[in-house]
Nanobody, 122 residues
Framework: VLLVASGGGLVQAGGSLRLSCAASGRTFSAPAMGWFRQPAGKERDFVAAISWTGERTDYADSVKGRFTISRDNAENTVYLQMNSLKPEDAAAYYC????????????????WGKGTPVIVSS
């Protein structure tokens, strides 16, 4: 499974960005998808996950109410809508996929994309 993330960039605090992650290859083997982020010099942390049907979602406490994960299965794409961005949201954002939803939430998905940078100016 190949994951290609896009949509990162520079935004002012309080602003919004939407990240996209396009999946290709054996996507049927990794129906659950999610996002992680890694600030400079820190560990990579879970941000959000979504099941194949979209019925199940989960978020890190730090982004609840501000970020929304969604997907378009016809396009094999998952999105992360980020609103009310804060300087502490600045990080490289990574897309991930796995067979199991809970594996993503636990932070150990099988497939990873390259990061897309999000910079938040105060």
């Amino acid at each position: 499974v190949l994951l290609v993330a896009s949509g990162g960039g520079l935004v002012q605090a309080g602003g919004s960005l939407r990240l996209s992650c396009a999946a290709s290859g054996r996507t049927f083997s990794a129906p659950a998808m999610g996002w992680f982020r890694q600030p400079a010099g820190k560990e990579r942390d879970f941000v959000a996950a979504i099941s194949w049907t979209g019925e199940r979602t989960d978020y890190a406490d730090s982004v609840k109410g501000r970020f929304t994960i969604s997907r378009d299965n016809a396009e094999n794409t998952v999105y992360l809508q980020m609103n009310s961005l804060k300087p502490e949201d600045a990080a490289a954002y990574y897309c991930a996929a796995d067979l199991a939803f809970n594996t993503i939430v636990r932070g150990t998905p099988k497939y990873w994309g390259k990061g897309t940078p999000v910079i938040v100016s105060s």
